[in-house]
């Protein structure tokens, strides 16, 4: 069955650096590979969405990378905030509206 | 426009007892999700409805939970009896058909003693 690993449970970075965050996954490639954001207590947040035929993808101090042939996605937040400090998910698109989440990875931006 | 709409946001129940979570979706998503999360996890998938066809229910314990969505719109998911590993957060989440994003409510957060 696929399986996701997500690099670490936490990851502590002071502000203003660049936070790397790491989305590995086992069998076939999904055709789409999505990143959630997520906050104590509420649900996930979709951010970015990335294609297999697309290397990378940007939003504001957002950035997915997507290598299928290393079967990995790199998702980066620049200049980072406090604001930023959340739970990232990484989940892979099986397509027919089922995607399969990573267990996700705690952002700490210490000011 | 309002998002996913779940209720209880919080509930405590004794084991061997019955509870229900409420969802209501976007207004015009066809596709709805049940998931459990549990601390320090991913969501995990419960059931897929289409519409009010459950297209999707594999990874459902069908000897103790269910799960409804008359008319299409809101659903229900229940477990009977409740045990204490089923303490977890159930998120409810919503998407266009055949759209790849999904949209999540804040969940129920279920605690069993």
């Known amino acids: 069955s696929q399986k996701i690993e997500q690099n670490s449970e936490a990851l502590n970075i002071q502000e203003g650096k660049t936070a790397t965050l790491t989305c590995n996954y086992t069998?076939?490639?999904?055709?789409?590979l999505q990143w959630y954001r997520q906050d104590p207590g509420r649900g996930p947040v979709f951010l970015l969405l990335?294609?297999?035929?697309?290397k990378e993808k940007r939003k504001e101090r957002l950035k997915v990378t997507f290598d299928t042939t290393l079967k990995q996605s790199l998702f980066h937040i620049t200049a980072s905030q406090p604001a930023d400090s959340a739970t990232y998910l990484c989940?892979?698109?099986?397509?027919?509206?089922?995607?399969?989440f990573g267990s996700g990875t705690r952002l700490s931006i210490r000011p | 426009e309002a998002g996913v709409v779940q209720s209880p946001r919080y509930k405590i129940i004794e084991k061997k007892q019955p509870v229900a979570f409420w969802c209501n979706p976007i207004?015009?998503?066809?596709?709805l999700y049940w998931y459990l999360q549990n601390l320090g996890q991913g969501p995990e998938l419960l059931i897929r409805?289409?519409?009010?066809?459950?297209?999707?229910d594999s990874q459902l314990p069908k000897d103790r939970f269910s799960a409804e969505r008359l008319k299409g719109v809101d659903s229900t998911l229940k477990i009977q009896p409740a045990e204490l590993g089923d303490s977890a957060v159930y998120l409810c989440?919503?998407?266009?058909?055949?759209?790849?994003?999904?949209?999540f409510g804040a969940g129920t957060r279920l605690s069993v003693l």
């Open positions: 989440a919503s998407s266009l058909s055949g759209e790849n994003i999904q949209y």
């Open positions: 069998n076939y490639s999904p055709a789409y």
């Open positions: 990335i294609r297999e035929n697309e």
């Open positions: 989940a892979l698109d099986m397509g027919a509206s089922k995607i399969i």
């Open positions: 207004s015009g998503h066809n596709t």
């Open positions: 409805y289409e519409n009010e066809e459950a297209v999707d």
